[in-house]
């Protein structure tokens, strides 16, 4: 079965069925709500769910007649818990699918049974008629209040996995004045009620009431009175208004203004004249006539748009219709060719802006006009598979803006056609029809967002449909987006994914701020700087966590970094940008982030740790003024699960120091869905996490889930804790990992397990650049990279049983792109119902000629023997001579001359070496001294 990114939605095996089911012929998804219904199925596999569109009654009444029942092995209600009304909706296994099936039967096709024609007497027939007359008529007096009683049970529904959950949550903080409130779609219900109060009762005179409301979201436009306040949610049923539970929520003094602006209002905003996106017409002119240097960070661009006129480069040929099978292979060589060139049509635009010089206006209509020919609904559509669509949608309205003085009637008018078309698309047939204020949950859809933006500013005033694009759009930047973080500022998706996203989504924030709009006040937006500075410090050797979590941290991060410190004059983002080796903004949005006057600042100044809640990353630095010389760690468990370019990898962590990689998170995508990205990369058994009886976390799931439960900063040291227990599938009653990181060079891992069944075995696992050593009877191991060294000791449990292997299992589809890396997973002898691991890790540095990585090609699954130390250096006598003290109530330990407490969960105090402490975790520095 054909694998895809976006794990919710149907794969191209699927489409005849799809089709069939859920298209009229030559039209696409109708998405108005009362048509359509959802039904969250799972595929055969398990690896992620499916969602199939169930049409309205009367049209799959005709479209059943002539299909074959399948057979049936499982009955569901809709997603919802509550029937579709008049509609029955069984599972099966089709055989000529690789997934599951599924068909329709009325609810009542029982009563012919229930008058049945049999030869009965006439005065049995006359009274069981009059029996089953009576009954049906009490049935139907019963049943006329029940689909109002049904849709009433539909509030306040739990959300699906792929849904995101009612917002503010009842006791929730908010931090934006006013909050977003959000809900969930109810059966059959295409016109919501809102109210809010600051009385429970909702007193008349005090409750806002909306109605008429389209969506399940619902921004004010005026800010509320700090303080506490209640809301709930509803309809009317044509009799009464129906509303669900009350939910209450505090708008604190400190919270951020931040009422909704309308697209009305942005409109209003939005000149009339050309260039209009990222430039005026005053700025062009100051551009091409300035004679003091002070837009030569712009040149550059000259430079490389007459590269490209000399490559007199051929039109980029649309693609043929992708193959129903085995497509990925061609459509990723075609869009990854397709990148490039687009962009040179980007910067032969931008040349023609900075000179007025028509050679490069020409290049870029010439490459322009071409993909106006291309068919909207064929191999470029913004449908699956996304690539080209995004693509053109990326950079096709900024040239045409830019060089629209350039273009003749025709041609305007063949673009404004084509454009409008395209978004269209996206607005109806990606966003809506989602719908994506309560699925938003899918990565390519969610970074189509800034794209919508961007056209509406370009086509408003010209395309009617701008306006409805603009006000679904501003609407969801204002609500759920981002899916992938929250007021913290994490990104769920990792590092790398973070600095692809930032770089679309951040123009359009500046954009706005130019109109006076401030999405950037939005605490999101306010927050994710710290995130590139943390998890993205830059030099990291690895993007962990997450896809792409081989590459380095490199200059594109620090590209992203300056435009963040110049939106927010922000000194530390300056000084990352600084070290990643950026002098000056680039490409499209240089002109709203050139700040030259911004003078950086060191992030030694700074807590040395953060945490983001949001996407559970807690990222620990020793030095981060210095990155030649800091240690981090970053410790994840993420209540988002492990879905879209996350894998299933809760209570995990990464080590890194000195520059170099030490304990990684392995493998490397070499093409989304493949079989190593698949069997491994997603797999718990790839990160250095716990497996359980040799099974791992569930993968593909946003249930699979973790949650950091403990974060304290204290200076000389800090401590987190995660709890996985979630992601095990119901395998364990828990799993928190717990972390000290005694600065700058110790780290602490207690583990603490209890399985869900009578016993079971665990393994421990970390996995390294190079090969492991061990000293068995000391229960140490080492982990090398260049001069950099990781010493690991087990103080407990003390019978360990330990494996190493190298290489990937299945093997990597290129192996000459890929090194191998070392997996070692030290186990539990004896199944015990629970088990606590206590180990103590150091870092420091080793002398000598450095320890270089394997060279090309990786191999397949190879088991080898953990040798022996080498000549490399003695580990420290501290982590060596470490041990665990007599203790009540937790784990006490002595590291060198200090005495550490950690209080185990559910216990009141720790008492060990005369000490008692009711805190989670205690240092006694200098305590044996």
Known sequence: MSQKENYDEPPLAWKAQWD???????????????????????????????????????????RLKTTKPYSMS??????????????????????????????????????????????????????????????????????????????????DRPPLDIEVDYSPADGDISGTNPPAFIWLPATDIDSYMLQYSPTRSFDPEHTITVRDIDLTIHVPVETLEPGVWYWRYGYHDGMQDRFSNVRQFEIPETAVDF????????QERIPGHRPRLFFSPEQVEDIRTDTDGRYDFLYPVIDEARDILAMDEPLFPEPDPWPEENYRPIYTQTWQAMRPYTQRMLISALAYLYTGDERFADEARRRLMH??????????????????????????????????????????????????????????????????????????????????????????????????????????????????????????????????????????VAELDRYGIPLKEKPFFRNTGFFGLYAGYPHRPTRAFGDEQIRPIDINHGRVMYDFSSLYKNPYFRWHSEISGVENPSERAALLYH??????????????????????????????????????????????????????????????????????????????????????????????????DGD?????????????????????????????????????????RHILFLRPDYFIIIDDLISAKNASTYQWLLHGPTEFQID?????????????????????????????????????????????????????????????????????????????RPEPPSTSRREIDIQAWDDSGTPSQVLLQAKLLQADGGVALRLGNDLILWRETGQEQITAHGVTSTRDVTVKKDFFR
């Open 74 to 155: 499982e009955q569901k209600k809709s997603s919802n818990g509550s029937f579709f009304p008049g509609v029955h909706i069984t599972l099966g296994q089709n055989n000529s699918f690789n997934g599951p099936t599924w068909s329709v039967q009325p609810y009542f096709s029982g009563f012919q049974a229930f008058f049945g024609h049999r030869k009965l007497p006439v005065l049995q027939l006359f009274f069981m008629f009059f029996r089953r007359w009576v009954t049906l008529s009490l049935l139907l007096l019963l049943t006329a209040g029940l689909p109002g009683f049904l849709y009433a049970q539909d509030l």
């Open 371 to 508: 993909f106006m020919t291309w068919d909207v609904d064929g191999p470029s559509s913004a449908l699956w598979p996304t690539e080209l669509g995004m693509d053109i949608a990326k950079n096709a309205y900024a040239v045409f803006d830019w060089i629209y003085d350039v273009l003749s009637e025709d041609e305007i008018q063949r673009c404004k056609e084509v454009l409008t078309a395209r978004m269209e698309q996206i607005h109806r047939e990606v966003h809506r029809a989602r719908p994506m204020e309560s699925r938003p949950y899918s990565s390519h859809p969610g970074r189509m967002v800034g794209y919508v933006v961007e056209a509406g500013i370009v086509l408003a005033h010209e395309v009617p449909e701008a306006r409805e694009w603009l006000d679904y759009t501003l609407k969801l930047l204002w609500s759920t987006y981002p899916a992938w973080g929250g007021d913290d500022g994490g990104w769920h998706e990792g590092v790398s994914y973070w600095m692809h996203y930032m770089n679309s989504i951040l123009r359009v």
């Open 595 to 692: 700040d030259p006057d911004l003078q950086s600042r060191s992030p030694g100044e700074l807590p040395q740790s953060r945490v983001f809640h949001d996407v559970g990353i807690v990222a620990m630095h020793s030095h981060m003024a210095d990155p030649e010389n800091n240690v981090l760690m970053l410790f994840k468990s993420n209540p988002l699960g492990a879905i879209s370019h996350n894998h299933a990898s809760q209570n995990a962590f990464i080590i890194e120091a000195f520059g170099e990689p030490l304990a990684i998170s392995s493998g490397s995508r070499q093409g989304h869905g493949s079989p190593s990205h698949r069997e491994w990369m997603w797999q718990t058994k790839a990160h250095n996490s716990i497996l359980v």
């Open 259 to 266: 009422p909704l602006v309308t697209a009305d209002e942005m």
């Open 696 to 736: 791992g976390q569930v993968p593909r799931r946003r249930s699979s889930s973790g949650e950091i439960i403990a974060y304290e900063e204290h200076g000389d040291y800090v401590y987190a804790a995660g709890d996985a227990t979630r992601a095990y599938g119901g395998r364990l009653e828990q799993f928190h």
């Open 20 to 62: 069939y089911y859920c298209k009229k012929p030559g039209e696409h998804m109708k998405s108005e709500r009362n048509t359509i219904q959802r039904l969250n199925v799972f595929s055969k596999s398990g690896t992620f769910s499916r969602c199939l569109m169930v049409c309205d009654r009367q049209k799959l009444s005709s």
């Open 776 to 852: 068995r009877t000391a229960n140490v191991l080492i982990s090398r990279s260049g001069n950099a060294r990781l010493t690991t000791r087990f103080l407990t449990p003390q019978n360990l049983d330990y494996r190493q292997h190298t290489g990937f299992t299945p093997e990597m589809q290129r192996p000459s792109a890929m090194w191998n890396q070392f997996h070692l997973t030290a186990s539990t002898l004896q199944a015990e119902v629970s088990q606590r691991f206590v180990s103590v890790m150091r870092v420091d540095r080793i002398p000598g000629e450095p320890v270089l």
